[in-house]
């Protein structure tokens, strides 16, 4: 079933991309969905091949890595999160030879390649499963998954009471070879999602062999997708909770964020030590707490794992400080660099979430004030960017699109759209593809249309639109990146300085360089700390040493 891999790449291909150290710790990583990104054969859906052909538009953006979500085999259940074959590309995203090409001209980019890894479930039609199904009660292959005989007199209710994160009950019943109903099987997710069994060592061997097979493709790291997955609670406990996805991200649940996922990881991290490079792992940890996801960034565990918690603060100075604070002391103790992230493709983009009212979750399915929520982006992007540690972009978000709240029902593809209840399934509206040109079927994405429908009007966001213009969102991003680059107190280290600032106002230093944020509705007088590097608006200088920082406006400052 695996296609077969070209030669691995050798280690010169690595080596112009290998010419810094401990370059994780503030790299910025752009987030490229393959199927929303270029489309290379006009089938209306994106490819490999056509990530590669916009690689130097990355470069020339500025980012270090692009993070791509998953183009393994897979019958697209869930926009491949359902791996049928972790060694084979899905012949909708190209192949193995195209992937092999891609690593190889993001290394002579000197940009570096990371990959999803989905190791919580695997596809309903991974052999694996489909043997486990075929072979009945008893199959070895079902102790690689968790299948559970079922309550009641004849086993007709689940083995416990978990739910799906995509609604309804996280157990389905399989019908068994002779046409009985037969043993459940968990999925926290989309029924054709089934977990792995990390108890069983056939599950971590097979892991270790995929971590392998990529690195010797050349990869340069793992995104692990539900990484505080994979180990159950002993005996898999009732939750007693019948409303259980609204703890998520409050209490440890007997599903998830087990602290026996940590031997996992410590065992990937011996064979990730294995190749040179600096390859890293960044874990997608959704946790209780940011001190508990900093257990995930231990010294021989992973390197990275996403700040949700920053993601999901309000455009509120004080809430967004404080958020900095815990974030940088959390992770300084275990030596690991801050992330901080607004945007991907599971949550609504923040050009859209910032344009409604505060506390409506991070999913959101109304326009709101576009014109705000475009300028409070803006600030938020620089802000973010003069943190310590590493950041990450969703793609589109450097041309300010907002999400597209009105797609028709009948486009839809979210899984959990069509469940009656779990996560709200309008993940669609930051998926639809990006717009790279004023004109054409799909602006520029391909010949053919494109998966999504793109609205009317999406063309004048395109990079073709933007570029070159002054004061746009793209140019802003590119003149971001550049200055992150060039001033050696960006990015790196895990302290700030904050400075005295107005209510609303937040303020740091980070040796000769300041970041200044108005987060509130009103202008802010605030003092000019030297020479205005970059600002998200208009900013006026006085004589007198102040300056004049307009409502949801970030400007950076660097001493004369």
């Not at 998520?248 to 040179?276: C, K, S």
Request: hydrophobic share 40%; with cysteine; glycine share 10%.
């Amino acid at each position: 079933m695996s296609q077969h891999s070209a030669d691995p790449a050798p280690a010169s291909a690595l080596a112009t991309v290998a010419d810094r150290r401990d370059w994780w710790r503030d790299a910025v990583i752009y987030q490229v969905y393959p199927r929303s990104f270029a489309d290379s054969n006009g089938d209306g859906m994106g490819d490999l091949e056509g990530v590669r052909s916009r690689l130097p538009y990355l470069r020339d953006l500025g980012v270090d890595a692009v993070w791509l979500s998953p183009f393994y085999a897979s019958p697209q259940a869930d926009a491949g999160y359902d791996v049928a074959d972790y060694r084979a590309v899905d012949p909708m995203f190209g192949n193995l030879l195209d992937a092999d090409a891609l690593i190889r001209d993001a290394h002579d980019l000197a940009l570096r390649i990371i990959v999803d890894l989905v190791p919580n479930h695997s596809s309903d039609q991974h052999e694996w499963f489909k043997r486990a199904l075929a072979e009945g009660p008893g199959s070895p292959l079902r102790e690689r998954y968790h299948f559970r005989a079922g309550k009641g007199a004849n086993g007709e209710l689940p083995p416990n009471d978990w739910e799906s994160i995509f609604g309804g009950p996280a157990w389905t019943r399989v019908t068994e070879p002779d046409g009985t109903p037969g043993e459940w099987y968990l999925h926290l997710f989309a029924p054709e999602q089934p977990d792995f069994n990390w108890d069983h060592p056939a599950v971590g061997d097979e892991f270790r062999s995929i971590l392998r097979f990529w690195l010797d493709m050349g990869v340069d790291g793992f995104r692990i997708d539900v990484a505080h997955g994979l180990v159950k609670a002993d005996g898999l406990p009732d939750l007693g909770s019948h409303d259980q996805v609204k703890l998520l991200g409050n209490d440890v649940m007997p599903f998830f964020d087990q602290d026996g996922v940590h031997e996992v990881y410590r065992a990937w991290r011996i064979v990730l030590d294995e190749y040179t490079g600096e390859r890293i792992f960044v874990a997608e940890a959704w946790t209780p707490t940011i001190e508990r996801t900093a257990n995930y960034v231990r010294p021989d565990e992973l390197h990275q794992a996403f700040n949700f918690q920053y993601l999901s603060t309000h455009w509120d100075a004080e809430e967004l400080r404080s958020c900095v604070d815990r974030t940088l002391d959390a992770m300084r103790p275990v030596g690991a660099p801050a992330t901080w992230v607004l945007s991907n493709h599971d949550v609504t983009r923040h050009a859209t979430r910032f344009a409604n009212p505060a506390g409506l979750g991070t999913q959101i399915r109304t326009a709101g004030d576009r014109e705000l929520g475009l300028r409070r982006a803006r600030a938020a992007t620089l802000l973010m960017l003069a943190l310590p540690g590493s950041a990450y972009l969703y793609q589109g978000e450097e041309l300010g699109l907002p999400d597209v709240v009105d797609l028709p029902d009948e486009v839809r593809q979210d899984p959990a759209y069509f469940r009656g209840a779990g996560q709200d399934g309008f993940r669609d509206g930051c998926r639809v593809p990006i717009p790279w040109t004023r004109d054409g079927s799909s602006y520029g994405f391909g010949s053919g249309g494109s998966w999504l429908p793109q609205p009317s009007g999406w063309g004048e966001l395109s990079v073709e639109a933007q570029s070159g213009v002054a004061g746009s969102t793209l140019e802003l991003y590119r003149s971001a990146l550049a200055v992150r680059s060039e001033q050696a107190d960006l990015g790196a280290g895990d302290r700030v300085e904050w400075l005295k600032a107005p209510e609303g106002v937040l303020a740091f230093r980070r040796g000769a360089f300041v970041c200044t944020t108005n987060t509130g509705g009103e202008a802010a007088t605030v003092p000019a700390h030297g020479r205005v590097l970059l600002a998200s608006g208009e900013v006026t200088v006085t004589d007198d040493g102040e300056a004049k920082l307009p409502a949801d406006t970030t400007v950076w400052w660097i001493a004369d």
